[in-house]
């Protein structure tokens, strides 16, 4: 199993809009964090969906560390 690699030591604050979908880099190797790229993969880790249920700025984990993937927990201060 693939560990994630820790792309930020902070989360990344995202302006979303409603109803669009968005996802989240899980594997931590995306050069477009906070979101995948496709460099997930040569490992067996999957980005995360998000839908935005309303306009606002939304916290992605960046240490992907995070117990609610994809929005940050403060797991980042561990
Ligand atoms: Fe990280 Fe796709 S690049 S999940
Ligand atoms: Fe990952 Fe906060 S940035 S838990």
Redesign the pocket.
């Known amino acids: 199993m693939s560990t994630a690699v820790r792309a ?4 990344f604050a995202v302006e979303v809009e409603q109803d669009k979908d968005y996802w989240w880099c899980a594997c931590g190797l995306s050069q477009n964090q906070p979101f995948c790229d496709g460099s997930h993969k040569p490992t067996d880790i999957t980005p995360v969906k998000y839908t935005a249920t309303k306009s606002r700025t939304v ?1 992605f ?6 117990g609610k993937q994809p929005l ?6 561990a």
């Open positions: 930020a030591d902070t989360p916290f984990c960046g240490c992907k560390a995070t940050c927990d403060g797991s980042h201060n």
